[in-house]
């Protein structure tokens, strides 16, 4: 593979790039698709968002590598999200590349694929009603189930994966070192990737980590619930996540990919930042607690990135999961529980 001068491209050394794969109308701007080179051609670790533009940004990119999207040998999805498993079909279909994901996500493709569409709707009324939305908010909801209007969701032709990543294996890479280190948090079936190669710059430290969502520089990833309608386990996503995190801190890696914003170094120091700003989110929460209150009103309450009152309509639902995984946190660990019924209300205790 030749020089890059694309400037939407950049070479890691050993055999590793990233591109920017734009993620179109997101403040995020872009998913950074890696590629990495094997023995039997090479494999994507992720592929970016479903749309012409990004697609198109993949071709190039991977063309200033010197590669084309139809000698893919292979794609590794970090999870299932629409920015990150896009446009595996369209890879897939170009180059006949295998697609290989965790089952628990791959289980959250196959519903969101197959799902009649009133079952989405009726699961959002249920869980929202229970959290404590206000009728207002549940009104254009329950008007588009009688409706029989189908959801407009990202990833309903999301591509089907067709091998599991085995946690604490390598992966079959002719060539390569890389190892799958479930992350479950930000998605049940979240994977980091291990770089099991000493750094081509000789970085100190353990290899590099594709990180995905799991861990990035500047910006923590959603963690609500898992929201599996078919699932009445209570799990508690930030509960995993936080477990999760700390195992990648311990890895002593020399250098982190992610899936967004920038590579950087020190994930340690990055790891005890995010679980200090979760902690303090705890403990925010436990004071609003003093009270007891729904999901809803709690979320209202929290700090968000703007007032609640210009939190759009789906940011909102985001909101309340996200709400609901820290109270989940809370009573597991004995700092919170459930009051009342119809709907259930929170409290410290
Ligand atoms: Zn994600
Ligand atoms: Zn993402």
Known sequence: ??????????????????????????????????LLDTDAGPVLVDTGWDDPTSWDALATGLAACG????????????????????????????????????????????????????????????????AGAPADHLGPLIAARDAGRAPRLPGMAAALPDRDITPGELLELPGRRLRAIWTPGHTPGHVCLHLEEEHPARLPGHGRLFSGDH????????????????????????????????????????????????????APARVREILAHHEERLTDLLALLAEPLTPWQLAEQMEWNR????????????????????VRRLVKLGRAEAVGNDPVRYRAV
């Not at 180059?95 to 290989?100: D, E, K, N, P, V």
């Not at 196959?110 to 799902?115: A, F, N, Y």
């Not at 007032?307 to 820290?326: F, L, Q």
């Open 215 to 266: 861990l990035l520089p500047g910006i923590t990833p959603h963690i609500g619930l898992y929201e599996d309608p078919d699932d009445e386990t209570v799990t508690d996503p930030l509960g995993d996540y936080i477990d999760s995190l700390e195992r990648i801190g311990r890895l002593g890696v020399a250098e982190v990919l992610p899936a967004h914003q920038y590579a950087f170094t020190d």
């Open 307 to 326: 007032p609640w009152a210009e939190i759009r309509y789906g940011s909102r639902n985001i909101a309340v999961s996200e709400a609901e995984a820290h």
């Open 67 to 130: 590669t084309s999207p139809d000698a893919v040998h292979g794609v590794v999805i970090t999870h299932h999200h629409p920015d990150h498993h896009g446009l595996s079909a369209k890879v897939r279909e170009a180059s006949g590349a295998w697609i290989a994901m965790h089952e628990a996500d791959a289980s959250v493709v196959r519903r969101t694929r197959s799902g009649p569409p009133a079952r989405w709707f009726d699961y959002m009324v249920e869980k929202l009603t229970a």
């Open 1 to 34: 593979m030749t020089q890059v001068t694309d400037p939407q491209v950049t070479e890691h050394g050993g055999g590793v790039w990233s591109i920017k794969v734009p993620i179109p109308d997101n403040p995020l701007g872009f998913t950074l698709v890696h």
